[in-house]
């Protein structure tokens, strides 16, 4: 039962364009989201996260919107850059001590020069 | 970056025989946690730990066990390795932000592990 979906495994982007990435859950425990970013042969890092007490996080080119109702998160990167070429990771939990974090399947996003 | 070293980075095993992972942490950080990434799955919870000899399971962890004797420490035994133990493996740890919320987890570089 995946809690947490990423629908597209993969996304193409020109240069300086916005790129949008999806993430869906089921879990209404969940509380607290989280998009992480991975390089191959690399160890996610954390990006931007947010909770569900706000609708939008902004950090610089990267915003995070949720919209709770749905049970749908999206982050848009603008402008994009080929150094985001990356798979990007939805992962949400509750925010509450020690929960776990429940991951998508990722994203693989590719920018376009 | 937070401080977490995996050892080693690449392994080839052979099907039967015992593994274990090494993840060392310089941040003392309470909490510890072995994923592994495989595609069309992202990534799984095998192992957690909450403190020195305080672990627990996660989504996969049949055919796997942990230890935590340190804080620094945490280990990951594949006891007997088969070939769907096949995978990127990642440490991460987190702390505690507040008094109740947990923060971010950061994550190691992660352990390639083939078994033949």
């Known amino acids: 039962d995946q809690q947490v979906k990423q629908n597209s495994p993969s996304l193409s982007v020109q240069e300086g364009r916005i790129s949008i990435l999806n993430c869906d859950y089921t879990?209404?425990?969940?509380?607290?989201f989280l998009w992480y970013k991975k390089y191959p042969a690399e160890g996610p890092t954390f990006l931007i996260s947010?909770?569900?007490?706000?609708d939008k996080n902004e950090d610089g080119r990267f915003t995070v919107f949720l919209n709770k109702s749905a049970k749908h998160l999206s982050l848009h990167i603008v402008p994009s850059q080929p150094g985001d070429s990356a798979v990007y990771f939805c992962?949400?939990?509750?925010?509450?001590?020690?929960?776990?974090?429940?991951f998508g399947t990722g994203t693989r996003l590719t920018i376009i020069p | 970056d937070a401080g977490i070293t995996q050892s080693p980075r690449h392994k080839v095993t052979e099907t039967g025989t015992p593994v274990t992972l090494r993840c060392h942490q310089t941040?003392?950080?309470?909490?510890m946690y072995w994923y592994r990434q495989d595609p069309g799955h992202g990534l799984r919870l095998i192992h957690y730990?909450?403190?020195?000899?305080?672990?627990d399971k996660g989504e996969v962890s049949d055919g796997y066990s942990v230890s935590r004797s340190k804080t620094e420490d945490f280990l990951l035994t594949l006891e007997s390795a088969t070939s769907s133990q096949t995978s990127v493996y990642f440490c991460?740890?987190?702390?505690?932000?507040?008094?109740?919320?947990?923060?971010?987890?950061?994550f190691g570089q992660g352990t390639r592990l083939t078994v033949v």
């Open positions: 991460a740890i987190s702390d505690i932000k507040d008094s109740i919320k947990s923060a971010e987890a950061f």
């Open positions: 879990n209404s425990m969940f509380d607290y």
């Open positions: 947010i909770s569900s007490i706000k």
């Open positions: 992962a949400a939990k509750r925010d509450f001590g020690n929960e776990k974090l429940t």
């Open positions: 941040e003392n950080h309470r909490y």
């Open positions: 730990s909450y403190g020195v000899k305080d672990t």
